[in-house]
């Protein structure tokens, strides 16, 4: 089965010459516009789509924990701020956000404390 | 070379963990991503909000006032009589306020400015205040009706229908105090006949396959079943299409029936407006009306076939781990039956109608004294489950099956058109008429034309003629009309509806011919002697 699909992919590969377009740099720009289309066909709305690209962005090119969480901490100011004027559509979205960057500062806290003690190991 | 290609794919993957993470990322919002809500679902609740309103029902929702035109219209030195149902409902993310009450005031007014209140209502949510009567005299011009909560809260929906205004022929107070107490049919659907609520359910069983029925066996305690109480949760949107909860007859050796007996079409977006008043959280009432034989098997499913759904947008319906007495609880999948040695929750409900005079008086019938020896009597369906409930016979058959049941797309009663099969309504208006106005539709489209008659004794029948016959590329309904003039002797009117064997055989030949005739929309008025 494997075989089978490294056969197809070599012959797209010929064919289409699209080797010497399969950089890392335009893979990753596929990638990004991939996860753009898939959240239109899903029918998911703006915020969520946007929210989608950021985190594969997120994972192809991470920042780190401490700039997720100066984002999070900018975020987490506005909404009071939002709350009083009420927009309370928009402070819910941007709460969603928040929740999510949070989450991704996560990660990147446990991915980064992963990556120091494989380098004090060695 | 094949070989140095698999390993150049393993390779890539290996350095580049992240390629694989979004590679199944990709997967697994491909396979569970989609969203159920939105378009479609916020489209169908515009064309549904002006449906409301041009049946007459209009809700306060997210404001604290609501100005309703062009339902009464007052004149100074008159007196007049006022009938409106009003509910209220609490939204889910509400539920927090149960037990709560609110507060609500029906006044009138006009271009100027100027405000009569009526009166003041306490409902809780869930409630419903039905055929509420005032009578009031004005001394000023009013164009408008207005309800309005007396403390701002969003959170809550107050809906106002079926309001009527009418002119009384009184002089002054004495006479409206002597005016006779006015008749109104209100049908009870909490009669409950049967349940297996042991307690707390502790199991549940969700959609997750296509076509999936889930079901229970019950034997039926009483003759009549108007609504199974259901407890069930929303999983995500629920997603997209109708669920079906359907009724049959149940053979301990042949299964289930082919023909059913009820069906009930509902999306989940809608099930909050089933939520059982008064009732633990997550208990759904679906409308499953029908006559039954006491002591016999009989099933209700529930099931997926027309929806689109995930794992995380489904629904589910509570039950127990045990089976209940010797009744089965019953899986289907795809065709495929299989009995469950589990039980589900349920609550059967039949109606308890109100009579007079040893007469039953029909959902919504109202017979009112306007003074000086006159009265009124008047009769609206709602498309609802009652339109069924106030059929008086339909054609027995040998078979016990007369196919006529609630049809809730219809919004309206339909049957069979074999067997020679009708329906009949009974209207017994109290006192003496002298003038009988008659309308209601039947569905046109695809449907079997419908015939309407009406008789003074159930027996001598006189033809309606259709106002309006469309045809089957239209999907309008067909109208009925006429006037009714007894001899000022009758009190009773039967109205028959069948169908038209030539238009059943024409139509039999098309391809989407879907072997029905149907009836909604009756609406019926009187004048009355009420001396």
């Known amino acids: 089965m494997i075989k089978l699909f490294a056969t197809k992919i070599d012959y ?36 969520n789509i946007l929210i989608f690209v950021f985190v594969i962005w997120q994972i192809l090119y991470p920042l780190s924990r401490l700039t997720l969480s100066k984002i999070s901490l900018v975020l987490i100011a506005l909404l009071p701020v939002l709350f009083f004027l009420k927009e309370e559509d928009l402070t819910e979205k941007l709460a969603i956000l928040v929740f999510c960057l949070l989450s991704l500062t996560f990660a990147m806290t446990i991915s980064e404390r992963l990556k120091t003690r494989k380098g004090e190991s060695i | 070379m094949k070989n140095i290609r698999i390993n150049e794919i393993k390779k890539f993957f290996t350095i580049n963990k992240s390629y694989l993470l979004i590679f199944l990322i990709f997967t697994l919002v491909f396979v569970y991503g989609r969203n159920f809500g939105d378009r479609e679902s916020l489209f169908s609740d515009k064309s549904e909000q002006l449906a409301r309103l041009s049946a007459g029902v209009y809700d306060l929702k997210n404001s604290n006032e609501l100005t309703i035109e062009r339902v009464v219209n007052v004149s100074p030195g008159i007196s007049y ?17 149960s037990g709560e009450k609110l507060a609500v005031e029906v ?8 405000e009569k209140l009526l009166q003041t209502y306490n409902l809780s949510s869930g409630e419903k205040q039905l055929a509420i009567e005032n009578i009031f005299s004005s001394d000023n011009y009013y164009q408008y009706l207005k309800i309005r909560k007396i403390d701002p809260d969003y959170q809550w929906l107050v ?58 066996v019950f034997t039926a305690d009483s003759n009549l079943i108007s609504e199974i109480e259901l407890k069930m949760e929303i999983i995500g949107t629920g997603g997209a299409g109708n669920y079906q909860a359907e009724l049959h007859e149940h053979d301990p050796t042949n299964g289930i029936s082919a023909d059913r007996l009820a069906y009930y079409k509902f999306d989940a977006g809608h099930l909050v407006d089933r939520l059982a008043s ?20 009989y099933v209700f499913l529930l099931n997926n076939l027309e929806v689109k759904f995930n794992p995380i947008n489904t629904l589910k319906i509570y039950g127990y781990k045990r ?24 609550k059967i409900f039949a109606p308890n109608y109100s009579e007079t005079q040893s007469e039953r008086i029909l959902t919504g019938a109202v017979v009112q004294d306007l003074g000086s020896g006159r009265g009124f009597y008047t009769y609206k369906q709602h498309g609802d489950l009652t339109d069924f409930l106030d059929i008086f016979e339909t054609s027995n058959h040998t078979s016990g099956q007369d196919n006529v049941f609630y049809d809730n797309i219809l919004k309206g009663v339909s049957a069979k058109d074999l067997d020679g099969n ?21 569905p046109g489209g695809d449907f079997t034309d419908s015939e309407v008659f009406y008789s003074f004794d159930n027996i001598a029948w006189e033809k309606i003629k259709p106002k309006e016959r469309n045809t089957a590329q239209s999907d309008a309904a067909d109208k009925f009309e006429a006037v009714v003039f007894g001899d000022g002797q009758k009190k009773e009117i039967f109205l028959r509806v069948g ?8 139509k039999k030949d098309l391809i989407n011919h879907i072997g029905l005739f149907g009836i909604k929309n009756i609406k019926v008025a009187a004048d009355l002697r009420m001396l």
Do not use: C
């Open chain 1, 12 to 47: 797209f590969l010929k064919v289409f010459e699209v080797k010497k377009y399969l950089n890392r740099r335009y893979l990753d720009y596929f990638l990004l516009a991939f996860s753009l289309f898939l959240g239109l066909y899903l029918d998911w709305d703006i915020t």
């Open chain 2, 81 to 97: 009589r006022l009938f409106f149902n009003l509910s209220a409902m609490l939204n889910q993310q509400g539920s927090r306020k």
């Open chain 2, 107 to 114: 006044l009138l007014g006009n271009d100027l400015g100027d």
């Open chain 2, 159 to 216: 809906t106002i229908f079926d309001i009527s205004e009418f002119a009384l022929d009184v002089k002054n107070q004495s006479e409206i105090s002597s005016l006779k107490p006015s008749i109104k049919g209100i049908t009870d659907l909490n009669q409950q006949i049967q349940s297996n609520d042991a307690g707390g359910p502790d199991a549940e069983f969700k959609f997750s396959r296509k076509n999936q029925k889930i079901g229970q």
């Open chain 2, 278 to 297: 008064g009732s633990e959280k997550n208990s759904y009432r679906i409308p499953l009306v029908a006559k039954l034989v006491k002591g016999k098997q």
């Open chain 2, 323 to 346: 089976q209940h007495g010797d009744q089965k609880m019953l899986s289907v999948i795809s065709g495929k039956q299989k009995e469950k040695s589990d039980s589900l929750y349920f």
């Open chain 2, 422 to 442: 009708w329906l009949t309504y009974k209207f017994n208006t109290i006192y003496l008429f002298s003038k009988f106005a008659i309308s209601l539709e039947s």
């Open chain 2, 499 to 506: 169908y038209s064997e030539n238009s059943s055989r024409e």
